[in-house]
């Protein structure tokens, strides 16, 4: 796991100790599947997303990690009684903070694989195996739900014009056909949430997106459906006004936060490509060099030689194949 910020790796470390000592050998024996959401201030709505999610997924079990983010009403409690395993972190950094300790969790637990999905029952607990098929199979690193190739009970049309602004943004920048940036039900291997830099405390959805597509694994979508939230609000876009409760004005800066993220992780994300490339010519260059230097050595005649020598030089590519890496806000 790489950590942008060193705080948020005291939180964490702090936050597994405390999961490890709460749940003992459950805490690091997870079964396959690990379903791991991210709440804030979700009580009256989490124990009955708990309730409905599947023991089972692709003949796998499951187990379901909650990370309450700095919670101050009964969302822990609720998800405990539920039958989740509760990470309990005292203080509120975001959703993408929440998910990135919620996958440490999970890996670190020996689960095989990630499912995601929110708080606030907007995703059909039935569609989770739909999503997760193709991971399991063997057929893609990472799958996200769309709602574009699906379905959605939402009407706001400034979050359906931003959704298709984004994806067609997103798809433009890496190459990779998505239809659906922000879906919060999706399944990857374990494995891939270790190997992607996530830094974003909020809006995290993009930057995991462009990481694993940019570190060469295979990211596929799958239709899907987001319903409307029946409990409380939402928690996305808030702004300095909050409390006013101003859809338009949520929505808008939801808007500039999400463009930040995403073309910031973008650019990120090229720079290291780069660099890596660079890094990896130099690596060639170099082996090539010295191949070079030994047989300009060997060709020389030497005193008392009986022969002339011989030099093998192996190059191997620096670039990853497919589904390898390259290299090793505030509510949620």
């Known amino acids: 796991m790489i950590y942008g910020n060193p705080r948020d790796q005291v939180v964490d470390d702090a936050a597994v100790a405390a999961f490890a000592e709460t749940y003992g050998e459950r805490a690091?024996?997870?079964?396959?599947?690990?379903?791991?959401?991210?709440?804030?201030?979700?009580?009256?709505?989490?124990?009955?997303?708990?309730?409905a999610l599947p023991a089972q997924v692709c003949g796998q079990a499951t187990a379901v990690i909650v990370v309450a983010d700095g919670c101050v009403d009964g969302t822990a409690k609720e998800a405990m009684a539920a039958g989740a395993m509760v990470c309990d972190v005292p203080v509120n950094r975001g959703?993408?903070?929440?998910?990135?300790?919620?996958?440490?969790?999970?890996?670190?637990?020996?689960?095989?694989?990630?499912?995601?999905?929110?708080?606030?029952?907007?995703?059909?607990?039935?569609?989770?195996?739909?999503?997760?098929?193709?991971?399991?199979?063997?057929?893609?690193?990472?799958?996200?739900?769309?709602?574009?190739?699906g379905s959605q009970e939402t009407k706001d049309m400034f979050r359906s014009a931003g959704v298709l602004f984004f994806a067609g943004s997103l798809s433009l920048l890496t190459g990779q056909r998505i239809s659906d940036?922000?879906?919060?039900?999706?399944?990857?291997?374990?494995?891939?949430?270790?190997?992607?830099?996530?830094?974003?405390?909020?809006?995290?959805?993009?930057?995991?997106?462009?990481g694993v597509i940019t570190h060469?694994?295979?990211?596929a979508e799958v239709p899907a459906t987001i319903h409307r939230r029946r409990i409380g609000e939402s928690k996305k876009g808030q702004n300095p006004l909050y409390g006013l409760h101003l859809p338009g004005v949520n929505n808008l800066f939801y808007g500039i936060r999400f463009a930040r993220v995403i073309y910031g992780t973008w650019w990120r994300e090229r720079q290291r490509s780069r660099s890596a490339g660079r890094s990896g010519s130099a690596g060639l260059a170099e082996s090539?060099?010295?191949?070079?230097?030994?047989?300009?050595?060997?060709?020389?005649?030497?005193?008392?030689?009986?022969?002339?020598g011989s030099v093998e030089a192996s190059t191997s590519s620096a670039t990853p194949g497919p589904g390898r890496p390259a290299d090793p806000a505030k509510r949620t």
């Open 181 to 210: 940036t922000t879906f919060g039900l999706r399944a990857m291997r374990a494995e891939v949430t270790g190997a992607v830099r996530l830094e974003q405390p909020q809006y995290q959805a993009s930057e995991l997106l462009i």
């Open 216 to 219: 060469g694994y295979k990211v």
């Open 288 to 308: 090539a060099g010295l191949a070079e230097s030994a047989g300009l050595a060997e060709s020389t005649p030497r005193v008392k030689s009986s022969g002339p």
């Open 28 to 51: 690091t024996s997870l079964p396959s599947v690990a379903i791991v959401i991210a709440a804030y201030n979700e009580a009256g709505a989490i124990g009955p997303v708990i309730e």
């Open 95 to 149: 959703q993408g903070a929440a998910l990135r300790l919620g996958y440490r969790l999970a890996r670190e637990g020996g689960a095989a694989y990630i499912v995601t999905t929110d708080a606030d029952g907007q995703y059909n607990p039935a569609e989770i195996e739909k999503v997760l098929a193709p991971v399991v199979a063997g057929e893609a690193d990472f799958v996200t739900g769309s709602r574009r190739l």
